[in-house]
């Protein structure tokens, strides 16, 4: 089946620093991939998705390049801010019109200090 | 903004008791899910629910229980909880079923004594 592993946390940096938090994946499809994000208190939200390889998806800072030859699609942010901190989920979602279930990994609790 | 709703923020409750959540989504999205978090923040499918149609994961216990009047709104029931049930229960909703992405609700805390 489907599976997603990502870096194990907490991961722990200062204010200005960069982050990156490594997703793997293993599939037998073309997926489409997500990167979700978890404030406290509140539900996982999308970060930003990429469905084709090869291809870059970004927001808030946050960049990721869905990297099919080596089944990666890491999360990078160039200068964090305390606001950052959070959890990050890597998720695999089949192509599209093929059903809906999304594999998360496990989740990277990200702490960002001042 | 939040557009999936989920009451109560928390319950507590004794082994045994039986417990009900509330989902309701404004998007209009077609599917619904039902996903349990741990206290390591691990997140697992336990439902989806789509066009009237219930597709149950699997592991899922048989005390578990979606209840669906309409496409906005999906509840869970759990029967008569256990210890181990113990996790924040996060309600999701996608436009259709091909691959959209999901939105998630705020999430219910269940606490078993």
């Known amino acids: 089946g489907d599976s997603v592993t990502q870096t194990e946390g907490p991961v722990t940096l200062s204010e200005g620093t960069s982050l990156t938090v490594n997703c793997s994946y293993e599939t037998k499809q073309y997926p489409t991939l997500f990167w979700y994000v978890q404030y406290p208190g509140e539900g996982p939200q999308l970060l930003f998705k990429?469905?084709?390889?090869?291809e870059k998806g970004s927001n808030r800072g946050f960049e990721a390049t869905y990297n099919k030859e080596a089944t990666s699609f890491h999360l990078q942010k160039a200068s964090v801010q305390e606001s950052d901190s959070a959890v990050y989920y890597c998720?695999?979602?089949?192509?599209?019109?093929?059903?809906?279930?999304?594999?998360f990994g496990i989740g990277t609790r990200v702490l960002v200090r001042p | 903004e939040t557009a999936v709703f989920q009451t109560p923020n928390y319950h507590v409750t004794q082994v045994g008791n039986e417990v009900s959540f509330n989902c309701k989504q404004t998007l209009g999205h077609d599917t619904m899910y039902w996903y349990k978090q741990d206290s390591k923040k691990l997140l697992k499918i336990m439902f989806s629910?789509?066009?009237?149609?219930?597709?149950v994961n699997e592991t899922v216990p048989r005390r578990f229980s979606p209840q669906s009047s309409d496409k906005a709104h999906l509840n869970l029931r759990i029967k008569s909880v256990e210890p181990e049930d113990s996790a924040v229960y996060l309600c999701?909703?996608?436009?259709?079923?091909?691959?959209?992405?999901?939105?998630f609700g705020p999430g219910t805390r269940l606490t078993v004594l």
């Open positions: 990429v469905p084709k390889a090869n």
């Open positions: 629910y789509n066009n009237k149609q219930l597709i």
């Open positions: 998720a695999l979602g089949p192509p599209n019109s093929a059903g809906n279930k999304l594999t």
């Open positions: 999701a909703s996608s436009r259709d079923w091909g691959g959209y992405e999901q939105y």
